[in-house]
């Protein structure tokens, strides 16, 4: 099911509603059976929401979960209960333009504390191959375009051989980049002090941890792959365009941004090319989704596979339990395919 295509870039640049949803691995019926006391009730749209409530609001909040850990996040289809659940939050985070039915629920959920992650940061559009080198908006470009970012990719997001729907598109993967993870994660912070006031110094001392932890992840992710032997990875779902950008390497993408799309012959003829042109070694794929596709890429070129994960959950094959834990292997997964020492 191409739910991807239903991302166009008018409902990122338009996303002004602050909708906060925080999802984890707790069912939805917990939050709505009353059990949380004085918890301020918060409901998160998938994993990487989830973590940043549960981070941010620690003892002060009791945080639902709408995407089950081993759910892939842009299939979610909501039930009645879960729809009702999101009307009877308290704080709703989201990320819109990655999963629709989300989107839709939350706007006729009528919850006052709502908080788009899309508008705490300047969402790109990225193609199949992002570079830090030579795309136009590297790491300095980011503070000169601001938030004008987004009307700036209505303008080159079509024709890049993505089928990102019939308006373009911006990327969504934002949280797989810990500069931009910590700028949301600022927002999020000052939006759960304004929603609970009385709980605002725990919310701004929790904030600040999670920036300070992100800011060591960052830090980590420039050392580490400072030096490769090559800048080229190869991934069945092109969910890396903001983390290749950041630390200057190109991502190629077999099949674009929906890993549920199938890659065409010439796409996968042109990654042969590129692959041997650039010197990669590693075909990644991700935990929620089928390696079909990345083991007769790598049948068929001599290449590796390897797990790079795009965190949209945390099951029992994830390699870590948490964000960082696994954002940490995914670096030395990058590493060791890069050649970085």
């Not at 301020?40 to 002060?60: C, D, N, R, W």
């Not at 993505?162 to 912070?189: R, S």
């Not at 991700?286 to 290449?303: F, R, V």
Request: proline share 4%.
């Amino acid at each position: 099911m191409n739910v991807r295509r239903l991302i166009p870039t008018t409902a990122v640049a338009g996303a002004v509603v602050l909708g906060l949803t925080a999802l984890s691995a707790c069912s939805t019926s917990d939050a709505a059976d009353g059990g949380n006391g004085d918890k301020l009730k918060v409901t998160a749209s998938f994993y990487p929401m989830q973590f940043l409530a549960e981070k941010i609001g620690g003892e002060h909040v009791a945080v639902t979960s709408l995407t089950k850990p081993g759910v892939e996040p842009h299939d979610l289809e909501l039930t009645p209960r879960q729809i009702g659940s999101i009307s009877e939050s308290d704080y709703v985070l989201y990320l819109k333009g990655i999963q629709p039915a989300v989107d839709d629920a939350i706007l006729q959920s009528g919850v006052k504390n709502t908080v788009d992650a899309a508008t705490l940061t300047t969402l790109e559009d990225h193609g199949s191959e992002v570079s830090g080198h030579d795309h136009d908006h590297g790491h300095e470009g980011e503070e000169e375009h601001g938030h004008e970012g987004e009307e700036a990719h209505e303008e080159h997001s079509e024709g890049d051989g993505h089928n990102h729907g019939e308006e373009g598109g911006a990327d969504p993967h934002i949280w797989l980049d810990p500069v931009k993870y910590a700028e949301v994660a600022k927002g999020v912070g000052k939006s759960l002090e304004k929603a609970d006031p009385d709980h605002a110094a725990d919310y701004k001392k929790n904030t600040d941890a999670l920036v300070a932890e992100l800011g060591e992840l960052n830090t980590a992710y420039e050392t580490g792959l400072k030096n490769p032997a090559t800048r080229t990875f190869i991934t069945t779902h092109s969910a890396f365009g903001y983390l290749a950008e950041r630390y200057g390497l190109t991502q190629q993408g077999i099949a674009g941004i929906d890993p549920e799309a199938e890659p065409s012959p010439a796409r996968i003829q042109e990654i042969h090319t590129i692959a041997e042109k650039e010197k990669a070694t590693t075909v990644f794929f991700e935990t929620l989704a089928s390696d079909k596709t990345a083991k007769t890429l790598a049948k068929d070129t001599g290449l590796k596979t390897g797990v790079l994960d795009p965190l949209e959950g945390i099951t029992e094959k994830s390699r870590g339990a948490d964000y960082i834990e696994v954002m940490e292997s995914n670096l030395a997964a990058l590493q060791k395919a890069l050649g970085a020492k």
